[in-house]
């Protein structure tokens, strides 16, 4: 079945950029029915939606975070990736990757397979 | 954007039924049904219980139903028992503004 795996580093010093990549298994990143999403859970649980992207490349993003994102598709090694540009401290998540059902290929529906995450701390 | 509203912890005994109640406004949660359910064991991912405001995937209890009314989406697990103890998250669509929201969560404990 398929399944994502998060990568990047665990330790970021503040004002620097973030860089995670998620790898696809058990199935293909270019499926049309799947938009490639990142998630992230802050310590005290809280879930936050960063943005999602489709194979075509085309992205959509935080509205409260547009300005500091950025997301990237490489279909040649089933991967996606997400940039967190000026971190602070109220960035340190578990940041997760996961697989949104595009359903019809017209509304997204729920996120239904998920990555374990990795955990980004940024401290200098 | 502001997250859905949800009462922080619920508590209930085997065999109960107990619904968590989660609150948007009527350009999110009561606009589009869209509204999922995840659950969220320790040390786990969040796991869809219920989609498109109603909807159960299969392999999910038929003991987790949801319903909607106006700005308002409920949670109900019927015959509580200590294996559903978790937390559990809302979350839904508000259009091209928003995009997603996620409610603070509501941590269920099965006494």
């Known amino acids: 079945q398929v399944q994502l795996q998060e990568s990047g580093p665990g330790l970021v010093n503040p004002s620097q950029t973030l860089s995670l990549t998620c790898t696809v298994s058990?199935?293909?990143?270019?499926?049309?029915?799947?938009?490639w999403t990142w998630i992230r859970q802050f310590p005290g649980k809280g879930l936050e939606w960063l943005g999602y992207i489709y194979y075509s490349g085309t992205a959509f993003y935080n509205p409260s975070l547009r300005s500091r994102l950025a997301m990237s598709i490489d279909t040649s090694n089933n991967q996606f990736s997400l940039m967190v540009r000026s971190v602070t401290a109220a960035d340190t998540a578990m940041y997760h990757c996961?697989?949104?059902?595009?359903?019809?290929?017209?509304?997204?529906?729920?996120?239904?397979?998920w990555g374990q995450g990795t955990m980004v701390t940024v401290s200098s | 954007q502001s997250a859905l509203t949800q009462p922080a912890s619920m508590s209930g005994s085997p065999g109960q039924s107990i619904t968590i109640s989660c609150t948007g406004t009527?350009?999110?949660?009561?606009?589009?049904?869209?509204v999922t359910w995840y659950q969220q064991f320790p040390g786990k991912v969040p796991k869809v219980i219920i989609y498109e405001d109603v909807q159960r995937p299969s392999g999910v209890s038929d003991r987790f139903s949801a319903s909607k009314s106006g700005n308002t989406a409920s949670l109900t697990i019927s015959g509580l028992q200590a294996e559903d103890e978790a937390d559990y998250y809302c979350c839904t669509y508000g259009g091209s503004a928003i995009f997603w929201i996620f409610g603070g969560g509501t941590k269920l404990t099965v006494l």
């Open positions: 996961a697989r949104a059902f595009y359903k019809n290929g017209v509304v997204v529906i729920s996120f239904e397979i």
């Open positions: 009527n350009i999110d949660l009561g606009r589009y049904n869209l």
């Open positions: 058990g199935g293909s990143i270019n499926d049309g029915a799947y938009w």
